[in-house]
């Protein structure tokens, strides 16, 4: 009797899976053929009109709002994605999906802005890859340089020319228009635009080097000017036991695995060779620098002698134990904490630094200081730093699929006139401040753009009025600086951070010296990724981060350099060299 | 009489569709994605739009200097993953088949069981803290005993070993399991006929307990083999960096690094469908095999 209740139950909750993964069945094969006879009938009408939108127009048309900041009545339903920074921190009522921005863009624009999905930066390339391929795209997304290329040349991209036009507002057309237009231009593709440049025309991200100031103090040494003195002080750094606890556990120079990037990486270190070098992990052997010979021609910076010379140094620091055994198996993150537990006294670095991971170290012990210092170089001459943040290399898209392409340029404008523009709120839309916290309001939003040297100028500006202890000139973010700076120099060291960036001797004073000598320098080559790059540069980049890695470690020869560089060119490097010298694109 | 069999039968074959359609819809269906192998794929245009291009795809893979070296790390490793996951669990089975408290052959059980629960994403962080040649607790045991300190992770020699080390003291246990359950099918009669025979207990062993294993064991060989090109993406994923790609680079991590995170989805498509196929000759051979020598028939 029992099992033959049994029985039956099991066979109802047979019956029941059956029907759910039916029910998945259909599900997945209708969305999937929903999703391609989409795309099958968008294509045919991108044939038989010559204008692309016209069809998601016309189904919106009746809609739209005019003006800038008009409100959509009924509200509508737009959705995205979002990569976030692993460290990001919220105030208790706002997070990524639900802040300021949703709920103002759901209440002033009628915009209600969902997200499809939200991750940490490191994982969102290959997360949009996957959602790119599944044909079921978001109403706007961030894309990279070479994913804005594929959907360019597959017709998936809504044409955002008129649309632009009709609904930017002076202040986004002002920012776009900025160093040559090179936002919108980079933008464009055979005159239309398709994408939003997310960044670019900031030079902000050349190299600087960071020293804890507290130890160079305690072991009586100066700042780096030379490359030998700084190899000199990392040596010293690791071997004469800045932090005094009797253990050999510190080092000198902080490098992470994948070599170039914003933060313990070598680009600084290069730069002060007179070389220039750059193949970062995310841009996956595509984000590359090119210099100009003699005659004009591209030539790819990292294949040249004044590597090889830094790599050799480099070598020799990792023998005299100044650079981590470890670092060819230490992410970024890792590094991060080498830096936050006190074991390292150098890296080079972009402007953030400060920003993160060292920021809260003054705060915690305020023995410990960090200073930043311009790159040294072999002759102690100033040096030549390398940036790669002037070309915008990540772009907001709207696919043809979306109903409402013109929503993502609404939210543009209304957060660019709120962080940058007229009705400019700091402490409501870019950064609120705690209990002593600071809180990136400004960095929930999904899409807003600020004049490229916006950071630059408000340090000229806040530190002259903070010699003169007179804020009145200030704007009102101008004057959070200030109010910042002020507190740090009364003692409230959870502002150090401001202190950092803004005050002298901070990131900004160097970034402006660089800038202002006009020692930075540009790759030479604009465009986006040649086909080579594509097809080749992962193989590529990995042949030159192994040999890289391998011979700073010291398993092989310097001279290893040279095969590298041989196998560089035979394995695609030289096919790259010609379509970029090919490309018309060499400046 | 068939009637009524088949009556019988019936809830057999309601409990088997579930599977089936599963089987249909996660195993069979995607195969239609398998001609992205032969196309130059493009987002948007879709499977159905895409451009073909023959072979080129494989071509490609063909012409790119590393491949042969990936394939060859691929083999070395899984080989001696499926080599060592197969000894391991045999000789702790028959150990703690000996072993006469309960409590202790229980206790032993679950704890070697237990790494198999764990996430390589959670192991890789454990692993790197505890063989780090600076800090970890395996070189300062080595230190201690006056050997060298090893960069386990970071020496390519080592790296390999390591792999298969840590996979198979993560897997062992569950294996372990597998073959005690066998062990307790086998007919105590024959070990009392042994021990008539006066057979001691290498004896029984070695002409009792091994064949009556013998089954099970070729069962589990030949399935393994079907993933000699399985080295195991997630464990290597991550645990690998770029200065142990020659020896520790498998299939999967190339493909990863050049299918998906550049989106070239045709090629990776391509080296899976290469995988699929090697797998299948392997796996029909092996059944080939055991049938041949063990007499033993899956189907």
Redesign the interface.
Known sequence: MASAKL?KR??VA?IA??TV??G??TN??GSQSG??SG??SQ?SAQTATPQPTAAPAASGGKNIPDGPEGKYDPPIHVTSVRGVTPGIEYLPDQTIENNVWTREFESELGIKLDYEWVVYNDQY??KI??T??S?DMPDFFLVNM??FQ??A????LADLTDLFEKYASPLVKEIFAENNAIRYKAGTVNGRLLGLAYNGGSLDDAHLLYIREDWMKKLGRTAPRTIDELVDLAIAFAKEDPDSNGID?TYGLLIN?ELFGGFASIDGFVNGFGGYAYNPAGG???NLIFLKDQNGQAIWGDVQPEVKQALGKLAEMFKAGAI???F??MDAS?AAEMLTSHKVGMTFGAFWVPTWPINNMHNENPEVDWDVYEIPTLTGEPGVVQSMGGTPNSFIVVPKSSEHPEAIIKILNYSTERISGSKKDVGKYHTMTVDGKDYGIHMLTPYYVATSEKNQNYHYQVLEAFKMGDPSGLDEEGRLYYDQLVAFAEGDRSQWVHHKLWNEGGVFEKLGRYKREGRILQSAYTGAPTPTM??R???LR??Q??TF??II?G?KPLDAFDEFVQ?WYD?GGRDILEEVNASGQVQ | MTRKSWKLEIPLHIMILPGLVFVLIFSYGPMVGISIAFQHFMLGKGMFGSEWVGLDNFKYVYSLPDTFRVIRNTVVISVMKIAAGLIAPIVTALLLNEVRLRLFKRTVQTMIYLPHFLSWVILSGILMEVLSPTTGIVNDLLARLGFERIFFLGRKEWFPVVMVVTDVWKEFGFNTIVYLAALSGINPVLYEAAVVDGANRWKQTIHVTLPGMAPIIVLLATLSLGNVLNAGFDQIFNLYSPSVYETGDILDTYVYRLGLTNGQFGVATAVGLFKSVISLVLISLSYFLAYRFANYRIF
């Open positions: 029985t099991i066979a047979l899976a059956l993964l039916a998945c069945g997945s094969t999703g391609d795309s099958g294509s390339n290959n890859n996957v790119m391929v044909g070479q994913q594929t959907l040349q597959a017709g998936q556990d695995k996956s052997g595509t981590h055994p470890e060819s198996v890792r594509l097809s540069g992962t193989a990995d042949l981060v192994r890695t391998e470690m398993s196998q394995q």
